[in-house]
């Protein structure tokens, strides 16, 4: 398949025209997407490039600094050389123009940048994010370096750019997130180059490989008991065993040949180019982050390929944001025998010398040299790699989230094609769509897969087989009908289905339910009444008149429930297994095994007829009842107990009917509800997702709001020292110079008073307590002699008091006439500071 | 209120007939179990209230009675009612009760009513462990101090004592709060979390007391029980009392001579390492006696689980047989049923009937299998358990020779040193004074001689009585053990065989009625 740029670019236009739309026409889009054959090669822009605006480019991007003149000096230097030494080699990729036609060398574009989202803290996040954010442009011609090498911020503006952009750009954030990365140019198949993936298997169609569990083997005891003998002739089992395997092999070998036979249909005519096609990959070295081998990013795809990976041709260098190495070893034969030792100088030529080795070589090879290398490094004065012109990434939450150039992408692969979307982006939350086809042209679709995300109504995955029209969907815990996964051929009630549910969230413990045209059988999980398994046998349909409506109604002929035992009750006694065959009258109970017994005891009961028109009801006779006991010993049940079981049971069969029909309602109103979601649906927009949820937004500016208005009003709940002299001023609206003096000196004034005041209201007390101690005093030196022993003590505790409270009031007067001075000053510093009196006063 | 006039009865038969009567089952079911007869052992609940009942009389019979209620009656002592043991329910109120007695068999009663009696002491209860509910209004009880009885009983949770002379006491209510701290409901009231907070601050220091002698009591009876367990390992490894000096001590407690000659001079020495060698010994028999009781326990649990494996694994093969054979069996049943024409029938019947004997063979070989394999692992078993304990007693008879030897020794040792003393003494050259005991022995040399070799003897004795003991505890635990899982076996292959010929003779009898059914 060639590339065909023209034929391309209109299909190209309607698709990318149709992203600028919003979300209204996404469903538009979609079917329009679909109705498109889009032919495999179209998974990258042959638009020209958009024009970079100079004036808004820093200006790091517009000239160089010295040391970057330096550096490409040497960078001259080493390509004159390198032209000299190796003259069959192709040219090295060493100094392209970037996006403002300003030539920089390689590794300064290369900007170490870890980005605060999660997913992008390991490689297989970094290296899917960019293979998801791009779109490719092909190198024009196929066979030679770009000239032109973008900065990552540009690339990540426009969302286009070459291999080596991607590559560029991938290497950034795996340097940003620790990783020893490198950018590899060098040559590689044409599938590789174009991103022609329509060979390869869909990796969602890959069989997951499940860990099996390994049975823990039985460890064999002692006293196993040995198997009975097998008395089968040895000879004839060998063989039969022998007539299969032949059987098998012959069949197995079919198959290889039809396998080897559509590879051969399959295989891609030889590419003239092979070898030449010059392409752009990342290179991870083991060592940081816990990796544990070598290997390479295809950035276009995002996959990890090993180094010895057939794709992968050959390779002229590699570079990080520290040096440059060059390639010395043969790739006549592939990247297969190649060595990423890059201290070793019979392998790899580097740029700048020494510098930065210690960190690449690995620890064994750092030890000898370093020694030399430190003494050299003295003498050389080794010039550094300067610090990358480029400004930082950023990408914003927004385009996060879109991922795809406008949201979408769409991948083509063998037999099947990947459509991916943005969250939010359809109206059905609809983010993945995988159509897996009969034929390698994609025509015959066989089965649809699609994946949604925030549905409403907990939607999560559907797939559809066309050959059966069959229809699966699960969904995620959290539905009122607890509804897990659903099979169907179509949404009409009583036709073939399966339904299974979370049954530890439903009541009734329901696990699953399996419907076909006359049966419905229904399993449940931990009831308290131990049933475990329902069995519904319907009848052709008859006209039921119920409550005064006629209900088309499948009678039912016989249910069948299956309980588990309850250990609170004999065995005998506890039923295991009820049939009602409602259409025969009859009843059969059968109970668990007791224990070391092989036969379970059984009742069969024949319902007696009910009371008809004329007729009387029908009595008891033990002749209604047969059954079987185990033990003949045991004690047979009387009449009486055998009655009332059968009245119990009798109540129980127009229970298990009622419970039958609640189920076929439930039915029917999961299937009209499961109509109406699909034909509407609303996305679930989370409480922590500020841009999409209107009310949390909202409720989160109101409460910015409300904050705002607080802190606003504590300010002005702040005591105005002013307001009393300025009342007696009248209110002026401007102070005026003299005002504000007056103003101060009252408020000064005032203050002072007050103090005073305080202090001669102390000293006052203080006076009077002394007084009255003084005459009391004088009291009791009259009365001394005639006074009782009583009272002498209430004397002498009133002395002590009042000789404390005296002393408290002194130490309070001292206080207070030590501060008020401080207080004072306080007070006109403050004023000197007013807003209203600052400017007069200064 | 013609009711009080009339005399005071006994329950009799009519009454209890007339009691059952009226409170079985009505309608059809009534009209079933009047034909049928009730049994007095079936009765589940009886209701004797208001009928002026003094003595209760003639319930006996009624053993599966869960609830019974004989309130509003003139019953004066609580009697007759010993075999109805299942009784969860029980009302007494509103009688002439004075003492409380005879409920001790009634240890499943959860809710029991003696409401308006004359009792003056709560008492005769202490069987009653699962009581949630008791009554004891309108009684006589006097002492607030009874209340405590109620504290063994760790299920109530709700107690009327409501109309008696304690309540009067203005501490009554905080009383019982605080020391039946489980009590839900107190006189007809749902006890709040501040009566409950007041009524412990008040008796915070009397009850921790209380509830700390109640926990050592508790961990007294736990210490004993966790050095039963002890013992009772020790004596399932047959070696009990060996992990000291009490083969020892008990060598020389019924030895009066022996006590004597350990007062001579150098005896004490000497007692002192016999002892010591005696208890070593002792203690190797008592360690390889618990290893040894571990691994034959080991053993056991092995075979055990090994042959319940296999018997499960069997039992399940065969249940699935039985049920695909009954599953079919119905469904033919339902086909022939539908056949009207009797030679066709006839066809049926014996086909069937081909096919139950059929089933009956593959179930019998099935048991038969399980039979045979079954002994092969039981002769195994048998044989290293044998070997084990063979090993075992080897072992044993082993040390205890040692100890013999030893006692030989020791025995040597002391008449030379009773003979040396005899010597001294004679000679006068004895520097100690001697006990008078001592005196007795030391007359000459036979009575010396004699009283050590009955002293030797009766050690000897005691040494090989332990081991008899030993041994044949050992030997009849084998066999037992042996005989139980011989027994088992065979009991469990008559179960089996006779299910079987059971259900297969029920099938067939089945046919047979078919077929005469037709035939007629």
């Known amino acids: 398949m060639e590339v065909l740029p023209e034929e391309d670019f209109e299909e190209d236009v309607t698709v990318t025209d149709d992203e600028d739309d919003d979300e209204e026409s996404a469903r538009n889009l979609e079917s329009s997407l679909s109705n498109i054959r889009i032919t495999p090669t179209v998974t990258h822009i042959t638009k020209p490039r958009p024009r970079v605006a100079l004036s808004k480019c820093p200006s790091s991007y517009k000239e160089n600094s010295s040391q970057e003149k330096l550096m490409l000096a040497m960078a001259e230097n080493f390509r004159q050389q390198y032209v000299l030494l190796y003259p069959d080699r192709k040219a090295l990729l060493l100094c392209p123009v970037n996006e403002c036609g300003v030539q920089k060398f390689v590794s300064t574009t290369l900007r170490s940048t870890l980005l605060p989202y999660p997913e992008l803290y390991d490689w297989e996040g970094c290296a899917s994010f960019v293979a998801d954010y791009l779109s490719l442009e092909l190198l024009d011609p196929p066979f030679e370096l770009p000239k032109q090498l973008s900065s990552p911020t540009w690339v990540l503006q426009t969302q286009r750019g070459t291999c080596f952009d991607f590559s560029i750009v991938l290497c950034s954030l795996l340097l940003g997130a620790g990783y020893n990365a490198y950018c590899v140019s060098g040559y590689a198949t044409k599938e590789m180059c174009l991103l022609d993936q329509s060979r390869q298997e869909c990796p969602l169609l890959q069989p997951q490989i499940q860990d099996k569990i390994e049975e823990p083997k039985k460890p064999i005891k002692k006293y196993s008991v040995k198997p009975p003998r097998d008395l089968q002739s040895n000879f004839e089992r060998r063989q039969e065993e022998k007539e299969q395997a032949e059987a098998e092999a012959a069949a197995l070998k079919k198959q290889l040949d039809a396998e080897r036979l559509q590879k051969e249909r399959e295989r891609p005519p030889p590419d003239p180019l092979r070898g030449l096609r010059v392409h752009c990959w990342v290179l991870l070295l083991a060592g940081n982050r816990e990796i544990p081998e070598n290997f390479f990013i295809d950035p276009l795809t995002g996959k990890s390929y090993s180094t010895t990976n057939e794709n992968f041709l050959g390779i002229e260098s590699v570079w990080n944001h520290q040096n440059y190495w060059v390639n010395k070893q043969d790739c006549t034969l592939g990247c297969n025998e190649m060595t990423f030792d890059l201290g070793d100088l019979s392998k790899w030529e580097y740029v700048l010398c020494g510098q930065s080795l210690s960190i690449i070589s690995e620890p064994k090879t750092l030890e000898e040299p370093e020694d030399e290398e430190e003494e050299e490094m003295d003498e050389l004065k080794v010039f550094e790699m300067p610090p990358s012109w480029v400004t930082t990434i950023n990408i914003s939450p927004a385009d996060m989230e879109m991922r795809y150039p406008g949201g979408m992408k769409v991948i083509e692969y063998r037999k099947a094609k990947l459509e991916k979307f943005a969250p939010y982006l359809l109206k059905d939350g609809l983010v993945t769509k995988l159509t897996t086809y009969k034929d390698l042209d994609c025509t015959q679709a066989s089965t649809i897969k699609e994946w949604f995300k925030h549905r409403s109504d907990h939607l999560d995955e559907r797939e559809l087989h066309t050959d059966s029209n069959e229809t699966t969907e699960h969904f995620r815990p959290g539905r009122s009908d607890a509804l897990k996964y659903h099979r169907y051929l179509t949404l009409v009630p009583e036709t073939e289905r399966q339904m299974d549910f979370y049954s530890h969230i439903r009541t009734d413990g329901l696990a699953r339910r399996i419907e076909k045209p006359f049966e419905m059988t229904e399993t449940f999980e931990d009831r308290t009444d131990f049933l475990f398994y329902r069995h519904a046998v319907y009848g052709k349909q008859i006209k039921v008149i119920r409550a005064g409506e006629a209900l088309e109604q499948r009678p039912l002929q016989r249910v069948e429930e299956h309980f588990h035992r309850d250990h609170s009750k004999p065995a005998s006694k506890d039923v295991a297994e009820r049939i009602f065959m409602v259409s025969d009258r009859r009843i059969q109970v059968t109970f668990h095994l007791e224990d070391e017994r092989i036969i379970p005891a059984w009742l069969n009961f024949i319902k007696p007829k009910e009371a008809a028109d004329s007729q009387k009801a029908q009595a008891f006779t033990p002749q209604m009842v047969s059954g079987f006991q185990v033990d003949p010993s045991t004690k047979p049940y009387t009449n009486l107990q055998l009655y009332e079981m059968l009245v119990e049971l009798m109540k129980e069969e127009e229970n298990v009917e009622l419970c039958i029909r609640d189920s076929e309602k439930e039915v029917r109103s999961i299937l009209s509800s499961r109509e109406k979601e699909d034909s509407y649906t609303d996305l679930q927009i989370s409480i922590y997702n500020p841009t999409r949820n209107e009310t949390a937004r909202l409720h989160m500016e109101e409460k910015e709001r409300m904050a705002k208005e607080k802190k606003q009003r504590q300010k002005e709940k702040e005591l105005d020292l002013l307001a009393p002299s300025q009342v007696r001023l009248g209110l002026p609206e401007v102070l005026t110079r003299q005002d504000a003096l007056q103003l101060r000196t009252d408020c000064l004034n005032e203050f002072k008073q007050q103090l005073f005041n305080k202090a001669s209201l102390i000293q006052s007390r203080m006076e009077k307590e002394t007084e009255e101690l003084q005459k009391k005093q004088q009291w009791y030196q009259k009365n001394y002699l005639t006074m009782s022993n009583e009272d002498e003590d209430d004397y002498l505790a009133y002395c002590s008091d009042a000789m404390f409270r005296i002393h408290v009031l002194k130490m309070r007067l001292i206080r207070h006439k030590e501060r008020a001075p401080q207080k004072y000053l306080a007070l006109e510093e403050k004023l000197k500071r007013h807003p209203r009196l600052a400017s007069h006063l200064l | ?520």
């Open chain 2, 1 to 520: 209120m013609n009711w009080q006039q009339d005399e005071p009865k006994v329950i009799d038969e009519e009454m209890l007939k007339q009691a059952i009567e009226e409170q079985g089952p009505q309608g059809q079911a009534g009209d079933i179990s009047k034909k049928e007869g009730v049994q007095y052992e079936d009765v589940l609940q009886l209701r004797l209230d208001y009928r002026n009942i003094l003595k209760i009389y003639h319930l006996w019979h009624f053993t599966s009675l869960t609830k019974l209620q004989l309130d509003n009656n003139v019953i004066e002592r609580i009697e007759g009612l010993k075999n109805l043991t299942n009784l969860v329910w029980l009302d007494l109120s509103f009688n002439n009760i004075q003492v409380i007695e005879g409920l001790n068999s009634l240890v499943k009663l959860k809710d029991l009513s003696l409401f308006n009696n004359r009792i003056s002491v709560i008492e005769n209860l202490d069987s009653l462990r699962d009581l949630h509910v008791l009554s004891f209004g309108n009684n006589a009880i006097a002492q607030l101090e009874n209340v405590l009885y109620l504290r063994k009983f760790k299920n109530l949770r709700t107690l009327n004592l409501a109309g008696n002379p304690i309540c009067e006491e203005e501490s009554y209510k905080t009383f019982v709060t605080a020391y039946l701290p489980d009590l839900v409901y107190l006189d007809y009231r749902l006890l709040d979390e501040q009566t409950r907070e007041t009524a412990y601050t008040k008796y915070k220091y009397a009850i921790e007391g209380m509830q700390e002698n109640e926990l050592q009591e508790q961990q007294a009876i736990e210490a004993q029980k966790i050095s039963n367990e002890e013992l009772q390992l020790h004596k399932d490894a047959f070696v009990e009392f060996l992990n000291g000096p009490q083969l020892y001590d008990s060598m020389f407690d019924e030895d009066p001579d022996g006590e004597k000659l350990a007062l001579l001079p150098g005896m004490e020495e000497l007692l002192e390492s016999f002892k010591s060698k005696m208890e070593a010994l002792c203690v190797q028999i008592f360690d390889a006696g618990l290893t040894q009781h571990a691994q034959r326990t080991a053993e056991v649990e092995s075979f055990f689980s090994c042959s319940h494996e296999a018997v499960a694994d069997n039992r399940q093969k065969a249940a699935q047989i039985a049920a695909d054979f009954e599953s079919s069996r119905r469904q033919k049943i339902l086909e022939m049923q539908q056949i009207t024409d009797v030679e066709l029938l006839e066809d049926h019947i014996s086909l069937c009937q081909e096919q139950a004997s059929q089933l009956s063979e593959t179930l019998l070989s099935l048991e038969l299998q399980l039979v045979d394999q079954l002994e092969d692992i039981f002769k195994d078993f048998e044989r290293s358990i044998s070997d084990m304990v063979g090993g075992f007693i080897e072992y044993v008879q082993g040390i205890f020779a040692q100890c013999r030897d030893l006692e030989n020794q020791h025995h040597e040792q002391q008449l030379e040193i009773a003979l040396a003393t005899l010597e001294k003494v004679v000679k006068n050259e004895l520097e100690e004074e001697i006990p008078d005991d001592m005196a007795m022995l030391l007359v000459d040399k036979d009575t010396v001689t004699n009283a050590v070799s009955a002293s030797h003897d009766i050690h000897l004795l005691k040494i090989d009585n332990r081991e008899d003991e030993l041994l044949t505890r050992i030997n009849s635990w084998m066999s037992g053990l042996l005989k139980s899982i011989h027994d088992e076996e065979v009991k469990r292959n008559r179960k089996r065989t006779s299910e079987i010929r059971n259900y297969v003779s029920y099938v067939k009898d089945e046919l047979e009625d078919m077929r005469l059914s037709e035939h007629h």
